[in-house]
C-alpha cells in the first residue's frame, strides 16, 4: 500500500511534470539533508576513518560531476535552465564528439557557471536558476550579535 502511494505521487509531482518541464515548485527537498542522506547511505551508516571518508566523498563528488556533465546533452538527474541552457547539445551531437572536444563544452559551463555568480554578486543581484529572471538583492537590516562571553 505504502509503495502503491509513493509510486502514484513519485508519477504525479516528479515523471509528469518533468516530461512537461513544469517541475519547477511541486517537488521540493531540503538539500542538505538530501546530500547528508547520500552520504550516510555511501558509507552505511557506519563511521570511517578520515582516509576511507575522503575516497568516498571523491568517488561521490565524481559521481555528481559526471551527472552535471550529462546534462549539457539532456540526460541524467540535471537540467539545464535559463542563462545555462545556452550550453545544451542534443545527445547525436555529443555522441559526434571527441572526448577532447566533450572535456571544453564541459569545462566552458564550469567556467561560465563562476562567471555569473562573480557577476551577480559584483552587481548586487540574484538570478533564478529556473527562470529568466533576476532581482536585486534585498538590503541587509539586521546583523546578528555575538552573544557575551562570561568569564
Known amino acids: 500500500m505504502y509503495f502503491q502511494k509513493l509510486k502514484e505521487r513519485l508519477y ?12 519547477v515548485d511541486l517537488w521540493t527537498n531540503n538539500n542538505c539533508e538530501s546530500i547528508n542522506h ?14 576511507e571518508l575522503v575516497k568516498i566523498l571523491h568517488e561521490l563528488v565524481k559521481l555528481e560531476f559526471a551527472d552535471l556533465r550529462r546534462a549539457l546533452y539532456n540526460q ?32 566552458k559551463l564550469m567556467k561560465d557557471s563562476d562567471k555569473s555568480r562573480l557577476t551577480a554578486e559584483k552587481e548586487k543581484t540574484v538570478t533564478s536558476t529556473l527562470y529568466d529572471f533576476t532581482m536585486p538583492l534585498p538590503p541587509k537590516t539586521c546583523q546578528e550579535t555575538m552573544p557575551d562571553k562570561k568569564t
Open 76 to 107: 541524467g538527474n540535471y537540467l539545464l535552465f535559463g542563462y545555462y541552457k545556452r550550453h545544451q547539445l542534443l545527445y547525436q551531437c555529443w555522441l559526434t564528439k571527441s572526448a577532447d572536444q566533450k572535456d571544453r563544452l564541459f569545462h
Open 38 to 51: 547520500v552520504f550516510k547511505t555511501a558509507i552505511n551508516w557506519k563511521p570511517k576513518s578520515i582516509p
Open 12 to 23: 504525479e509531482y516528479v515523471l509528469k511534470p518533468r516530461n512537461q518541464l513544469q517541475h
